[in-house]
């Protein structure tokens, strides 16, 4: 029987939000998940390669699920200090639940090859890349391999920021001073991790300005902009941390969502433990107070648009103030301001920026969607942590009863 699902390789730096990407990728029934890379950001490559899989192992698919190990650093730039202000020393501080790795990362081959050789292997556009943390991976991918950019159907990325009113999210503001970036006023982080790797990304249509021809018109770019409409609200780690079922029967909805009462199981305690770290830092540093932005499993859910069935979640890529039913979709050209160092992006230059250009109605560009239907993202997830309960338990009476048998 044909395997309709749609294949995704998931290139990513965990980091906290990086959890929940995985989670959805690994348990959505319309997803097979080809393999994992891992890439220098919320922590170093060592550390969030050794997350992702400790994650893999958290939900039961480490055995099934290679991970690749991938860039340590940008494509033409210095090794970067990996941050600790949001995510910590390890990239996924808050919880004593995360077990040690079962199975170790695959090295005998490069990440880049590993993905280049598994999309080859699928039909011809049906696969996706996606991008949850520096885009070094990714562009290294279809540089090295320009062959693949007509092969895939699709890549979908999490980065970048916008601002301007481009959706109503409120980005927040650091020392009382508003931002668009969430790492410098101006810049996200995973485009000034590389501005590079992005720039040959979203450039894509125009090589004279170092794009990977082709390649714009197939990206799909889920900014702050988005991703703060998202929040992990008190409301919604009930959600994560009982269960639908109960939340709906025993009214949790509107608890404090802090993790200490009694959870599903212990998956469950672990997942709503990262997110509150990470409530606590985003309120710290950025002032957003609600709950944090649950930013790369978005870029997960991006691929599942357009299958006009069950399984879709649905992403507006039209401009929400016009005429209704006139509507017609939106293109993007995008530039990435790539001059400046590091540290003159600290001291306030606007490397790491990016722009976007609104192209005239059928010309194609980069899709940067303004919205999605945020409360079937939510019941989407909590179904995909059932299913990853429900395989961790299945695994762990399997054990058990080989225990007793011996």
């Known amino acids: 029987m044909e395997d309709t699902r749609i294949p995704v390789w998931l290139d990513c730096d965990p980091g906290h939000d990086d959890t929940f990407a995985i989670l959805l990728a690994a348990y959505h029934p319309a997803i097979r998940i080809l393999g994992v890379s891992t890439v220098f950001g919320n922590a170093s490559l060592e550390k969030t390669t050794r997350n992702a899989c400790s994650i893999l192992t958290a939900i039961g698919k480490a055995s099934s699920i290679p991970v690749y190990v991938g860039a340590s650093k940008a494509l033409h730039r210095p090794a970067m200090h990996a941050p600790t202000d949001i995510h910590g020393e390890t990239g996924l501080d808050g919880t004593d639940l995360l077990p040690p790795p079962t199975v170790p990362p695959v090295t005998t081959i490069p990440a880049v ?23 070094t991976n990714a562009a290294a991918l279809f540089l090295q391999h320009p062959d693949l950019v007509g ?27 508003p931002r668009v970036g969430n790492w410098t006023q101006f810049a996200e982080f995973n485009v000034i991790a590389d501005p590079e790797a992005a720039a040959a990304i979203l450039h894509g249509d125009d090589p004279a300005r170092g794009g990977i021809p082709g390649l714009a018109a197939k990206t799909t770019l889920i900014p702050l902009d988005v991703t703060h409409l998202v929040l992990t609200t008190a409301e919604v780690r009930d959600l994560v941390l009982y269960g639908r079922e109960a939340v ?33 830092t985003y309120s710290e540093v950025f002032g957003v107070t609600e709950g944090p932005p649950l930013h790369d499993p978005l870029a997960v859910a991006a691929v599942l648009t357009g299958l006009g069935d069950q399984h879709e979640i649905p992403f507006c890529d039209c401009d929400p103030a016009g005429e209704p039913g006139l509507a017609q979709r939106e293109r993007y050209e995008v530039t990435v301001v790539t001059e400046g160092a590091y540290e003159d992006a600290r001291a306030g230059a606007r490397t790491g920026q990016i722009t976007a250009r609104l192209l005239p109605p059928g010309v194609e560009g980069v899709r940067i969607p303004r919205s ?11 179904e995909c942590i059932s299913r990853a309960d429900a395989a961790v338990a299945a695994a762990e009476a399997a054990s058990t009863g080989e225990a007793v048998a011996k």
């Open 248 to 280: 709906e029967r025993e009214g949790f909805v509107g608890g404090d969502g802090d993790g200490k009462g009694e959870g599903k199981t212990r998956l469950r305690v672990m997942l709503v433990e990262l997110l509150m770290f990470f409530a606590k």
């Open 113 to 135: 090859e590993a993905a280049y050789a598994a999309l080859k292997a699928c039909p011809p556009g049906t696969a996706w890349v996606v991008a949850t943390g520096a885009f």
């Open 151 to 177: 092969h895939v159907r699709g890549l979908s990325l999490m980065g970048g920021a916008l601002g301007g009113g481009f959706t109503g999210a409120v980005l927040g503001s650091v020392d009382g001073v």
């Open 372 to 382: 999605l239907d945020i409360p079937l993202f939510w019941k989407v997830l909590e």
